[in-house]
């Protein structure tokens, strides 16, 4: 059987990299996927590949900083759907900046994508899976938000922030059925290692030198855990945070 | 089949979280050696044949270094290679530090921490001689991440478990071998029975998901760990625990 048959599943930032990695995975793994993203044709191709693939899909234009939003998707998901069952907490933002010239707008933008947008989906779907008696939440944090880096005050806040609020929310509602991980990847070649990369004035082939296993993840890598964490696989997993990482933050 | 052609040793194998474990990975097409002291892995090693899996048990005291060579070598010897391994073997007896005997202090050492560098050290040996990678498991605990009054050798061994498996996955980590620590709170298993109905709710109690976990919750993370879906993860945990850690 497939391996989340029957789920309802909210992807945001599913447009690209990690995000859309996941939403094809898991709708190859049986779920209905509410694929969400800022930019609406990014999102509609993602859900025009899962349903050529014969899946289940659906494409919401969305700013997930923005709370009528969340209530817009979260509605017509149940509407559409019935219910929602796995929340990946996804979209984000990288700014790579020394200290001195993070600008009070840049943290501003950040902190209400990062952090914000994924305090508002918690607050919008975890009461609706606590009615259902069952629900997982992932938000994306990183390895950024567990250990420091030179130019990364800024994503490094709002990714240790996520790391707490996971586990606040995992505690409060661990008696409900509904349980709450983050995820910490490392290097992941996506387009935020390209940045980083131009940011840092590294290659990417030095930035992986870096990584113990001597190479840079890829997308499918942060997928599969994030399925697991999705599935009932995972069912006694809750306020954890998986490092994704290649033995990075081992060292 | 997630496990097919894969040969996994599972140590503590007869009982418990490993039992659960070696069931597991059968059913997803792995050859299983099931190492144990306990003579209980032979009988559980001839029902599962019986059901057309593939085990072997191999009598093994993870705390003497020639019978852990040897249970490396019969792996070898009958299935060709080694892909995984699940250190699990181990015990907890403990006492609050001024009652607790060297003796027993240097038993749960010996066992949980000793036992677990013994193992992965073959491992490892075994797996850099074929060239092929492959991926340790180690059985760690909430106690590797967080104290408990009274748990004072168990930690301590759990404690070194945590570091161990980083510092291996580290150290092996171009040569394609990984290894992680699969974390888990209070199971329900042998391993915490005889406790009376008081104990009981005190260990209930401090899982915020407010129930033990079970045995299929640990080996199904184990068997996260162990797979290709879990190429880039290395030296790090796992917790299982229903969030006790979180707190």
């Not at chain 1, 048959?5 to 447009?15: F, L, N, P, R």
């Not at chain 1, 082939?205 to 009932?232: H, K, M, Y």
Request: hydrophobic fraction near 40%; include cysteine; charged fraction near 20%.
């Amino acid at each position: 059987m497939a391996r989340l048959e029957g789920k309802v599943a909210i992807i945001t930032g599913g447009g690209t990299g990690i995000g859309k990695a996941t939403a094809l995975r898991f709708a190859k793994e049986g779920a209905k996927v509410i694929v969400t993203d800022i930019n609406q044709e990014s999102a509609s191709k993602t859900v025009a590949e899962i349903q050529g693939a014969g899946g289940d899909a659906w494409a919401i234009a969305h700013d997930v900083t923005r709370e009528e939003q969340w209530e817009q998707v979260v509605a017509e998901t149940v509407q559409h759907y019935g219910k929602v069952d796995i929340l990946f907490n996804n979209a984000g933002i990288y700014i790579i900046k020394p200290l001195a010239e993070i600008t009070l707008e840049d943290w501003n933008r950040l902190m209400a994508i990062n952090v914000t947008g994924v305090f508002l989906g918690m607050k919008h779907t975890m009461p609706v899976m606590a009615k259902q008696k069952s629900g997982s939440v992932i938000n994306a944090s990183s390895i950024a938000g567990l250990i420091g880096a030179p130019g990364h005050v800024l994503y490094g806040a709002s990714k240790g922030a996520v790391r707490i609020m996971t586990k606040d929310a995992a505690i409060e509602y661990a008696s409900t059925g509904v349980r709450v991980n983050s995820i910490h990847p490392g290097y992941i070649d996506t387009g935020m290692v390209a940045y980083a990369s131009e940011a840092t004035k590294h290659t990417k082939e030095e930035l992986a030198q870096g990584v113990p296993t001597g190479r840079l993840g890829t997308v499918e890598d942060v997928s599969n855990i994030v399925l697991f964490l999705a599935s009932d696989e995972s069912s006694h997993v809750t306020g954890a945070e998986m490092v994704i990482d290649g033995g990075g933050t081992a060292q | 089949m997630r496990f097919a052609n894969k040969v996994a040793i599972v140590t503590g194998g007869a009982s418990g979280i490993g039992e659960t474990t070696v069931r597991l990975f059968a059913k997803e097409g792995a050859k299983v050696v099931i190492a144990d002291f306990s003579e209980r892995g032979q009988e559980l090693s001839e029902q599962l044949n019986g059901e057309g899996y593939d085990t072997l048990f191999v009598k093994t005291d993870v705390t003497k270094e020639d019978e852990v060579k040897q249970m490396m070598q019969a792996t070898v010897a009958k299935y060709g290679k080694l892909d995984i391994l699940f250190a699990n073997a181990g015990i907890a007896k403990d006492a609050p530090a001024d009652k607790l005997s060297l003796e027993d202090w240097q038993k749960t050492i010996d066992i949980n921490l000793t036992g677990v560098f013994l193992c992965d050290k073959y491992a490892i040996e075994q797996m850099l001689a074929q060239g092929t990678g492959g991926a340790i498991v180690n059985c760690g605990s909430i106690h590797s991440h967080a104290g408990k009054a009274g748990v004072t050798a168990y930690s301590s061994a759990k404690g070194g478990v945590k570091l161990l498996s980083q510092t291996l996955g580290i150290t092996y980590a171009k040569q394609g071998i990984r290894v992680n620590a699969v974390c888990p709170g209070y199971i329900d298993t042998p391993l915490i029975a005889g406790r009376d109905e008081a104990m009981n709710e005190h260990l209930i109690g401090l899982h915020p998901m407010g129930r033990l976990g079970k045995p299929e919750e640990v080996a199904k993370a184990v068997l996260f760990l162990a797979s290709e879906e879990a190429s880039f993860i290395t030296g790090t945990s796992l917790l299982v625990d229903g969030g006790y850690t979180a707190q």
